[in-house]
C-alpha cells in the first residue's frame, strides 16, 4: 500500500493526525486535572451546559483550544468560533446580532470561542463587554499571554480565569500511544512499529505540545519506507529527522517571567541570574539589552552604596554590547552579572525612595526653609532669605542645619545598611546625628 494513500480517502483519514485525534469529551481529554478532574468546577460546569464566561491561560499546546471543542461538543446552545488574528470588530457584531435574535426569538444561549483573544486591541474587546454584561453571549477566550497583561481589566473581571498548567513528556507519551492503537482516527491501520526511544525522544523534543508530537508521529509514519510486507519501523534515528529541536515558548508573558526571574536572582544566585540571561537571548532570541537594562537598576535598587562599582560594571558591559555587540560581548556581561550578584546588598535607596513618595501623601505640598531660598538678588534679606550655613566652613565640613521642610525636619529617608561600603556611610550618619564630626 502506497504510505499516502490514506490522504485521499474519506473523512477522518484526509486530516492531519494531531485533528483526527482531537478529544471529544473530558474522559479523553490529557492532563489539566486540576481544573477538568472529576469533582472540579470547569468539569461540573461542562459537563451540565452550565459554562459561563471564561478565560483559558496557558502556553501552546496546553489544551485551551480541545476545551473548547469539547464545550462545543456538549452545549445544546450555538458555538461560534474567531479567531483574534484575523477577527473584525465587524465579526464580533455579526456574531452579537445573531446571538440576540436567537435569545430573544428561541431561548437559545450562544458561546463565542475568541481563539488568540490577546491578539485583539483593547477597543475589540471593548466590542464584547455589553454583550458579555448583558448575558447575550457566554464569552470564551484561549491566551497564551498573561491576561492581566493582554486582557481588558473589564473583561477580565466578567470572565472566570482558568490557568492550564504547561503539559509534560507523559502527556504526550499517552497522546502517541492512543494514536498508534487507534485504527479509524490514528494510525492503528497501518502495519506500525515503533521503537521506545524513539517515542522517547519525540516527547521530548516536543516540549509538553501534543500536537506537536502526534505531527512528528506522522511524520515519520508516512516518510518511512515500508518492509516487504507492507510493515513500517519507526527507529530512534527517524524520529530524530522528523523532529529536531525542542519546543521554546516565547511569548511575551514568558519573557516577562524569564527577565523577572533574572532580576530576582541577581539578588541571590550567580548561578541561575547567569543561567537566565543566557537560556533568554540563546534560546528565547531576546535582545540583550533588556537585561542589561534590568541588570543597571538592580545595581541601584538591590545593590546601591553597598557596592557602587556594581553600577560601574554594568554601564561598561552596555557600553561594550554598542560597541563589539554579541556575542563577542557575552563575557563581559556575564561579568558585571558574576560582580553584581557576589556584590554585599542593599536597598537602602529604593527604601529612601519610597518613604519620600509617602511623604508626598502626608504633606501634600511643601514649603523650602526660608534658608535655604536663593538668594543671590537684591533684596533677598529684606524678605527673610538668611540664615544659611556654608559647611564647608565648618570642621569636617559639615554643619547641622534643617534641610527638609518644617512638616519633615525630623523625618530621617535614607538609612544606610551594614552591607559593604555603606556600612561607612552608616557610621557617618550615626556621627553626624550625634552631634559631631571627626
Known sequence: MDLFDYRSESEPRNRLLADRMRPETLDEYIGQEHIVGPGKLLRRAIEGDAVTSILLFGPPGSGKTTLAHIISKRTEGDFVRLNAVDASVKDVRDVIEQAERNKSMYARKTILFLDEVHRFNSARQDALLPAVERGIIVFIGATTENPYHSVNGALLSRSTLFRLEPLGKEHSMTAMRR??????KGLGFMKLSVDEEALEHIASMANGDIRRALTAL???AVTTPSEPDGSVHITLEVAEESIRQPTVIADEST????LSAFHKSVRGSSDAALYWFLYA????????MTFLRRLTVACSEDIGLANPQAMVQAVSAMEAYHRIGWPESKYIIAQAILFAVESPKSNAVATAIGRIMESFEQTKSAEVPMHLRDGHYGGAKKLGHVGYKYPHDYPGHYVQQQYLPDKLKDRAFYEASEQGMEDKIRQNQQRRRAGFIR
Request: aromatic letters at 4%.
Open 281 to 288: 537571548v540563546e534560546k528565547l532570541g531576546m535582545d540583550p
Open 218 to 220: 506522522e511524520l515519520a
Open 179 to 184: 494514536a498508534l492503537a487507534d485504527p479509524v
Open 255 to 258: 519573557q516577562y517571567d524569564v
